[in-house]
């Protein structure tokens, strides 16, 4: 199974500041020119949200303070500026391989 | 789109459970639909899918003893049966629409299950 591995597991970030949140794979999740890794926000008591597909692809009705990049292995959410509203958990998905596996979820946490 | 789910549920250890997961908004047969656990306070782990439209199911193999799935055409709902119910089972459950890449882009609200005598 592929491996994702988030850091920090929690981050305290100032309001109107950026927020940075890595996502690593034990291997490539690529696929056809493609980076099959999505990130996902997820509020106590709540569904998980999709934010960002494709690794760099927001989804529809997602603020553009929110932002994906990498490639392969090694991924990126940023948040900038994050807002108040922003205060949840972070996990990253790929779907390059069976089975899908998650990230171990990344906390934010306003300083 | 919108996935309903069943209501919570509270079940002896041993005991076996089927909770249910109500699609509308959308054609049924078209779309995977995924069933996720997240343990209080912990992370996601995919248990497996089921596809309407062939009926085709696929297990992560950590859950393939545990959990079973089916589907109703008729109402649009997809079930998981989860068998020999021990503490490590007492989670939330989420079911989840499979996106065009393999990203989960509509969820259930959960399903909370607790098992306790």
């Known amino acids: 199974d592929i491996v994702l591995t988030q850091s920090p597991a929690s981050l305290a970030v100032s309001l109107g500041q950026r927020a940075t949140i890595s996502c690593r794979a034990s291997?490539?999740?690529?696929?056809?020119?493609?980076?099959?890794m999505h990130w996902y926000q997820q509020k106590p008591g709540q569904p998980p949200k999709l934010l960002i597909y494709r690794a760099s692809n927001l989804e529809s009705g997602i603020p553009a303070r929110f932002s994906g990049s990498g490639s392969r292995t090694d991924f990126t959410l940023t948040i900038n500026p994050v807002e108040a509203d922003d205060v949840a958990t972070y996990y990253c998905q790929q779907s390059n391989e069976d089975p899908f596996t998650f990230g171990s979820g990344t906390k934010l946490e306003i300083k | 789109v919108q996935l309903q789910q069943s209501g919570a549920e509270l079940v002896k250890p041993g005991a076996s459970v089927k909770l249910s997961c109500k699609a509308s908004?959308?054609?049924?047969?078209?779309?995977?639909i995924h069933w996720v656990k997240q343990r209080s306070g912990q992370g996601l782990e995919w248990i497996g899918w089921?596809?309407?439209?062939?009926?085709?199911?696929k297990y992560n193999e950590k859950f393939k003893d545990k959990a079973t799935l089916t589907a109703d055409k008729s109402s649009s709902t997809v079930y998981m049966e989860l068998s020999r119910l021990t503490s490590e089972d007492s989670a939330v459950y989420f079911c989840?629409?499979?996106?065009?890449?393999?990203?989960?882009?509509?969820w259930g609200q959960g399903t909370t299950l607790t098992v306790s005598s």
């Open positions: 291997e490539s999740v690529d696929s056809y020119g493609n980076s099959f």
């Open positions: 989840a629409r499979h996106g065009h890449y393999g990203n989960y882009d509509y």
């Open positions: 908004g959308y054609t049924f047969t078209e779309y995977i």
């Open positions: 089921f596809y309407p439209g062939s009926g085709s199911i």
